[in-house]
């Protein structure tokens, strides 16, 4: 049986993963002070229901955008899977072929195996038959998983409201977990890329501070 993390991990790689965490706080840091302008008689649980609310929309809606956004990739390679299959000349074919996947292939083997690559794809394309974009399985679980990182990921901001009795002082310790969520996440992003992670981690908090600076300066 697939834990709940490994769920995550099987249907999200890790750029996806990444991805969804920063949209998901940086969207949180707005919301707040969205709802905060929003607001005038502030109180914890106004805040809490709020910007829980936001998260869970925002959650569904990059859940049915992974869907989407699948979908039409897939789609995109069967367009292109579709013009090989009526392309009678091989080098035209081959020359497509090259186009769609050179880029990502041609740093990583050498000519002579990309050659031979390229014309197991022409084989494989050919014999494929016509295909069809339609919404598959893993879809969905990539579509439930990106939901529930950004309810995982934006959980932690709603702990103050709980826990804290003065709703302004809620909402800056809220802010705070934020940026430093957000800094956490830059220091992984750098070493997944194999840039500087601090760099990385200070880049993104700076995001995360100005987003609270523009709100507090424009009252929230």
């Known amino acids: 049986m697939i834990g709940f993390p490994d769920f995550i991990h099987w249907?999200?790689?890790?750029?996806?993963?990444?991805?969804?965490?920063?949209?998901?706080?940086?969207?949180?840091?707005g919301i707040i002070g969205a709802v905060r302008l929003g607001v005038e008689d502030l109180s914890n649980r106004s805040m809490f229901i709020a910007i829980l609310g936001c998260n869970l929309a925002w959650a569904v809606v990059d859940g049915v955008m992974f869907v989407l956004v699948e979908v039409f990739e897939r789609g995109r390679r069967f367009?292109?899977?579709?013009r090989i299959q009526t392309i009678s000349a091989d080098e035209k074919?081959?020359?497509?072929?090259?186009?769609e996947l050179g880029d990502q292939l041609e740093p990583l083997a050498s000519p002579e195996a990309l050659r031979v690559f390229y014309?197991?794809?022409?084989?494989?394309?050919?014999?494929?038959?016509?295909?069809?974009?339609?919404v598959r399985r893993g879809d969905i679980f990539?579509?439930?998983?990106?939901?529930?990182?950004?309810?995982?990921?934006?959980?932690?901001?709603?702990?103050?409201?709980?826990?804290i009795p003065k709703p302004g002082v809620a909402v800056r310790v809220s802010?705070?977990?934020a940026v430093v969520l957000l800094f956490l996440l830059g220091t992984w992003w750098g070493r997944v890329v194999g840039a500087n992670s601090l760099k990385v981690g200070f880049l993104l908090t700076l995001v995360g501070g100005l987003l609270v600076g523009v709100t507090i300066l424009l009252g929230g």
């Open 175 to 177: 802010e705070l977990i």
């Open 119 to 134: 014309g197991d794809v022409l084989k494989t394309v050919r014999a494929a038959g016509p295909l069809e974009a339609t």
């Open 93 to 99: 074919a081959l020359e497509l072929i090259r186009r």
């Open 79 to 82: 367009r292109v899977a579709h």
């Open 142 to 163: 990539g579509g439930v998983a990106s939901a529930l990182v950004i309810l995982l990921a934006t959980a932690p901001i709603l702990i103050p409201y709980l826990v």
């Open 11 to 29: 249907h999200l790689d890790p750029a996806g993963r990444l991805g969804e965490i920063l949209f998901g706080l940086i969207m949180a840091l």
